[in-house]
């Protein structure tokens, strides 16, 4: 284990809760769906960031609650269009 990410520590900064699925981004960095929030309420809508060292970056939420967090994959499409707009590129 390289390094262990306290639920408490997620909840303080983030008001997250329950970390589900991670994947690997491109610039490196971590993004996590949570299943709810601190207090118990499975709203699916919550994503952790974390960067490369497993420090809690920041956290990002949809605007409606997703079951199950199916919008996931949106939000990872949205990203990653985001990040190629930042480094000016294009794709088709």
Known sequence: MYKYVDPKEIADKTGLAFPHTAHCLATGEILVSCLGDE??????????????????????????????????????????????????????
């Open 39 to 92: 207090e118990g309420n499975a709203k699916g809508n919550g994503f952790l960031l974390l960067d490369s060292d497993f420090n809690i970056k920041n956290r990002y939420l949809i605007a409606k609650q997703s079951i199950f967090c199916f919008s996931f994959l949106s939000l990872l499409v949205i990203y990653h269009c985001w990040l190629l707009y930042q480094v000016g590129e294009t794709r088709t």
